[in-house]
C-alpha cells in the first residue's frame, strides 16, 4: 500500500488573507497531477459524507488538497457566501501548482458548495485548471438554489443558514449562540423562527444571505452577480457532471451541463443516480433500488482524472457520454445524448370529486372524448396546509408512500388506469394547468407517484410554482423534477395537486392587505379552482 504523509500548509491572498489546507501526498519521487478540493465546513471532513476520503484519491498517485475557504475552519478572513470565490480560487491554483511535487496539473472535485468553487475557480481561468467534476450545483443561483419556479427553498435554506451561523458562532467563540443555533439545527423551527434564534441568526448567518435571499424574491442583478452562469461565457474545460434524481439542486447541475454540452470543445460527462443530495446509496426514502445503484462516484472520477491529468485512457469513459440510472429496472443506462424522445402525455379528468375520493381524478391518454369543462375546487386552509413528503427538495428527500397523504380533501389527485405495458419515462416532466383563483398569487404543488395493486403510492417526481398576479386567461405551466424511471405493467401513474408543500416551500399567503401590519392577520382561505376537459386541456406530459 502506498503510504501518504498529511501535512497542513497555508498561503496567503492577493490581499493578504492566509487560507489553510490539509495536503496529502504519496511518498514518491514522480511529480504527480493535485485533485483540489475547496469547502466551508472544516478541511477535515472533506466531504466524505459522500465521497472516498482523501486518502484514498491519493493512493491512487495524486497529491489531494482539501481548503479551508476564506472565513472558515482555520483560514483566516471573513466567510462571504460566494462572493471572493473567484479571486480566492485563481490565488489557490496559483499556490496549488507550485507546491512541491505538482506537475503544475489540477483537477477539482466536490458537491454542493464545493461544487460550486470548482465553477468559480473556472471562471478565473487559470492555465493549471485543467478539468473539474462539479457534483449537485446552482448554475443560476435564484432558479437552481434558492427559489423554484419563484418559490423559496424554506427548510433546506433555513437549515444551511442556522448551519453555517452555527459554524461562525463557533469561530467566533460564543458559545450561548452557537447552543441555540446548534440546537435548532436539531428541531427545525419551520413553524416560527423564535426571537432568540432570530436575533443569533441575523449576527451570524454569513452575508446574512438568508434574509438577503428572502428579501430579494425575484431575479435581479443581486443574483447575476453572484450565479456562475453569469461568468460562464468564455469558459471551456472537460466536466464530469454529477447529479442525484432526488436532489435538490439537479436542475442546476443539468442546466451546467446542457450549455457546456452545446458549445464545449472537450468531453462533458453525465451521471445521474437515484440519490438525493446525500447520502448516495442504495436505498433512499422507502425505496432500495439494488446494488446497482451503489456509489460508483469515487472510481468514476478517478477514470476521468486519469484520463485528463494523465493522458491515460478508458473506454468506460469514452463510449458513451451519458450514464443515468433508470429507477423501476433499477439498471444504469448508457447513452449518445440526452435529447427529448418522444412526448407521453396524459390528460386530466373528473366529475369535480377529484379531491374526495382516489378514483374519481382520472388520467387519460385520449381527450377527444373528454367532458368539455370540468372543475375540481380545493381550499387552502392556512390552519392545515398540505405537507410535503420527501421528494427533492426536503432533507428526508426520496420516495415515500404518500397514499395516506392523497386521502386529504385539500389534495386533488387523478390517476391512470393500471398499464397493460411497461412504460418507460426519461427526462423532462411538464404540467400544463388551467386555473382560477380568488386570489392574484397562490402555489401549486406538483406531485408525480406509482400507483401499486396494494394501495401503495410512491412519488419519484414533483415540482412546485408561485403563481403571482394570475391571469385567467394564460395557461399554468412549469416543469417538474426530471427523472428516468420504469412504471410496470399492472402499476399506474398519478398527479397530486395541492396549493402547498409545508416546510419544502414558503406557505403563500395570497394577497396582503395593506391596512395590515401583521402577516398572521391577512391569512385567508384561498379557493382554488383547476380545470379539464377538451376546452382546458390540463394536462401532465413526459419526454
Known sequence: MLEIIKKTASMVTRDGIKLTAD????????????????????KAIASTVVYAHPKWYARQGYIVVVQDVRGRGDSEGEFQLFETEIEDGYDTLDWVSNLEGCNGKIGMYGFSYQGMTQLYCAISQHSALKTICPAMIAYDLYSDWAYENDAFCYELNLA????????????????????????????????????????????????????QWLSHSKNSNYWLNLSPKTYFDNIDLPMLHIGGWFDTYLRGTLNLYHEMNQKSEFQQRLIIGPWSHLPWGN????????????????????????KYLKGIENNNLSNKNIQIFQMGGDKWLYLDNYDRKKEIKFYLKSTGLANITDNNGKLIVNNSNNFNIQEDIIIHDFWRSPPSLGGHNSILAGSFDRSKLDNRSDILTYTSDFLTEDLEIMRDVELIIYATADSKTFDLSAVISQ??????????????????????????????????????????????????????YSVNIGEIDSNHHNLALDRKPITINIFSGKDNPSAVSFF
Open 160 to 211: 444551511w443558514a442556522i448551519q453555517l451561523a452555527a459554524e461562525t458562532a463557533r469561530l467566533k467563540n460564543d458559545l450561548t449562540a452557537y447552543k441555540i443555533l446548534y440546537l435548532a439545527s436539531r428541531n427545525l423551527p419551520v413553524n416560527d423562527i423564535p426571537i432568540i434564534l432570530e436575533e443569533v441568526l441575523r449576527k451570524y448567518c454569513p452575508s446574512n444571505f438568508y434574509y
Open 451 to 504: 400507483v401499486f395493486p396494494d394501495g401503495k403510492v410512491y412519488n419519484f417526481s414533483q415540482g412546485y410554482i408561485k403563481i403571482t398576479d394570475h391571469d385567467v386567461n394564460k395557461v399554468i405551466k412549469f416543469n417538474l423534477q426530471s427523472t428516468c424511471i420504469k412504471i410496470q405493467k399492472n402499476t399506474a401513474i398519478r398527479l397530486s395537486i395541492s396549493c402547498a408543500s409545508f416546510p419544502s
Open 283 to 306: 436505498t433512499l426514502g422507502d425505496r432500495y433500488y439494488t446494488q446497482e445503484a451503489n456509489n460508483n462516484i469515487n472510481e468514476l472520477q478517478i477514470l476521468w482524472f486519469n
Open 23 to 42: 495536503i496529502y501526498r504519496p511518498v514518491i519521487t514522480e511529480k504527480l497531477p493535485v485533485l483540489l478540493m475547496r469547502q466551508p465546513y472544516g
